[in-house]
C-alpha cells in the first residue's frame, strides 16, 4: 500500500534561495541531524546522492529523477535505504509566499507492509522537520555571510 507525508514549511529565506539550495541537491549533512555524510555524483537529472545516516544508521541513495525550474520542483527516488519501505520517491517544492519567502512542501510518497507505515510516516515527519529547520539556519547564517 502507498502512503503520503506531506511536510510544509514557510521559511524565513527568499524563496529564490531556498530553490537554489534546494536544486543543488547537497549539504544534506549540513541541514538534516541524522545524516553524517553526503556526497553528489553527477549533475542534475540523473545525479546520484549517497548518505550516510549517523551513529551507523545505514547508508541511502536518491536517484535524481527530475529537477523543474519553472515549477520549483525536485523529485528523487531512494533505491536504497535502511527504512522498512520497499518503494520510495521524495518531492520537493518550493513556492513563495505573498512576502517573497519560501514555502517548502516536501512530500514522501512510500510503499511499506501495514505494521511499519505509521513508524516510517512518523521517521519521515520528524527527520524532515528537523532538517528543513537546519536548512533556514543554514541559509540565513550564507545570507548574512554575504552582506
Known sequence: MT???PITKKLNVPADIVWQAIRNIGRL???????????VEGEGQGASRY???????GDIKDTIEE????????????PVSPFPV????????VFTSY???????WTIEFESKPEDAASV????????????DGMEKDLQRLGASRC
Open 3 to 5: 502512503h503520503k507525508q
Open 99 to 105: 512576502d517573497g519567502l519560501g514555502i517548502v512542501v
Open 67 to 78: 529537477i523543474d525550474d519553472a515549477n520549483r520542483r525536485l523529485v528523487y527516488l531512494r
Open 86 to 93: 520497499s518503494y520510495y520517491q521524495g518531492t520537493v517544492e
Open 121 to 132: 510516516a512518523e521517521l519521515v515527519h520528524d527527520a524532515i522537520s528537523a532538517g528543513l
Open 51 to 57: 548518505m550516510t545516516i549517523a551513529n551507523g544508521g
Open 29 to 39: 549533512d549540513v541541514w538534516f541531524p541524522i545524516i553524517e555524510s553526503c556526497r
